[in-house]
């Protein structure tokens, strides 16, 4: 078996800097973790004086959780079906075509997500008001549209870019029209990357907040539930195991979306 070349090889300190790295992205999810368990309703005492499932019953009895919990599921249900809709159709349109205004129309596609979430809340809040709508659940949904419009767009563009023109030239010469080539021969190759473009955009808009405060008006995701209750100390253990839920929630999509779209033996996606 032959070695990996020299330059190829972590050194002891890349290792220890990476152990490092994960430590520190890592630890504060695993005390979250743990104290959802601590029997210890105030403080953070270490080590913890001892371990119960109380606070998960508490927490599953409160109806205001449950009723966070289905409206944040909702929207970000909504929100990805309509970035999966317009993202692939902007996809589509940019991916293959020059024209002048391109490269304008991709800054502005992926201006969402690159400025400051405050900037963008207060934005659509003035967008809102101007329109005279109340903030609600369908401006949640257009709030959380805007950012994960852009993960379904960049995703389906990467991989149509990918694709060689002369697929859809052979199915033109073949006899099939626009709808049969793109259901046929487009649809099968960009359908991981929908997926996972699906799944990061609802793993993105189930836990936003920034966005969510400007456009909710009287409605209360469960990230807002989770910014009321910083404010009342003895409920700390309750919020604790939400946020395990939460974590458990969005992990699966996350996981989902990072194995569609891992390189293969090839190097390419899957």
Same mark, same amino acid.
Request: positive net charge; hydrophobic residues 55%.
């Given at each position: 078996?032959?070695?990996?070349?020299? +330059?190829?090889?972590?050194? @002891?300190?890349?290792?220890? /800097?990476? !152990? *490092?790295? =994960? $430590?520190? &992205?890592? %630890?504060?999810?695993?005390?979250?973790?743990?104290?959802?368990?601590?029997?210890?309703?105030?403080?953070?005492?270490?080590?913890?004086?001892?371990?119960?499932?109380?606070?998960?019953?508490?927490?599953?009895?409160?109806?205001?959780? +449950?009723?966070?919990?289905? @409206?944040?599921?909702?929207? /970000?249900? !909504? *929100?990805? =079906? $309509?970035? &999966?809709? %317009?993202?692939?159709?902007?996809?589509?349109?940019?991916?293959?075509?020059?024209?002048?205004?391109?490269?304008?129309?991709?800054?502005?596609?992926?201006?969402?997500?690159?400025?400051?979430?405050?900037?963008?809340?207060?934005?659509?809040?003035?967008?809102?008001?101007?329109?005279?709508?109340?903030?609600?659940?369908?401006?949640? $949904?257009?709030?959380?549209?805007?950012?994960?419009?852009?993960?379904?767009?960049?995703?389906?563009?990467?991989?149509?870019?990918?694709?060689?023109?002369?697929?859809?030239?052979?199915?033109?010469?073949?006899?099939?029209?626009?709808?049969?080539?793109?259901?046929?021969?487009?649809?099968?190759?960009?359908?991981?990357?929908?997926?996972?473009?699906?799944?990061?955009?609802?793993?993105?808009?189930?836990?936003?907040?920034?966005?969510?405060?400007?456009?909710?008006?009287?409605?209360?995701?469960?990230?807002?539930?989770?910014?009321?209750?910083?404010?009342?100390?003895?409920?700390?253990?309750?919020?604790?195991?939400?946020?395990?839920?939460?974590?458990?929630?969005?992990?699966?999509?996350?996981?989902?979306?990072?194995?569609?779209?891992?390189?293969?033996?090839?190097?390419?996606?899957?």
């Amino acid at each position: 078996m032959r070695s990996r070349p020299r +330059w190829n090889r972590a050194s @002891l300190g890349q290792k220890i /800097a990476a !152990v *490092a790295g =994960l $430590v520190f &992205l890592h %630890l504060p999810v695993w005390i979250i973790v743990l104290y959802a368990f601590t029997t210890e309703d105030r403080t953070y005492q270490f080590p913890p004086p001892g371990f119960t499932l109380h606070w998960f019953e508490a927490a599953f009895a409160r109806d205001d959780i +449950w009723a966070a919990m289905r @409206l944040s599921l909702m929207v /970000a249900s !909504v *929100a990805t =079906l $309509v970035a &999966l809709v %317009l993202g692939t159709l902007a996809a589509f349109a940019l991916a293959r075509r020059d024209f002048r205004a391109k490269e304008s129309i991709t800054l502005l596609f992926v201006l969402p997500i690159a400025l400051p979430g405050i900037i963008t809340g207060l934005a659509l809040l003035a967008g809102i008001r101007t329109v005279g709508l109340s903030p609600g659940f369908w401006t949640i $949904v257009a709030g959380h549209a805007t950012f994960c419009l852009v993960i379904v767009h960049n995703n389906v563009i990467a991989r149509l870019r990918r694709l060689p023109p002369s697929w859809v030239e052979a199915s033109m010469d073949l006899g099939a029209d626009g709808w049969q080539t793109f259901r046929y021969v487009l649809l099968p190759q960009i359908a991981t990357a929908l997926l996972a473009g699906g799944m990061l955009a609802f793993a993105l808009s189930f836990d936003e907040i920034i966005v969510t405060l400007f456009t909710a008006g009287h409605e209360q995701t469960l990230p807002i539930w989770f910014y009321s209750e910083l404010f009342r100390p003895r409920e700390r253990p309750i919020t604790n195991v939400v946020a395990v839920i939460v974590i458990l929630v969005t992990l699966g999509p996350i996981l989902l979306a990072y194995y569609l779209t891992r390189p293969d033996e090839h190097g390419s996606g899957s």
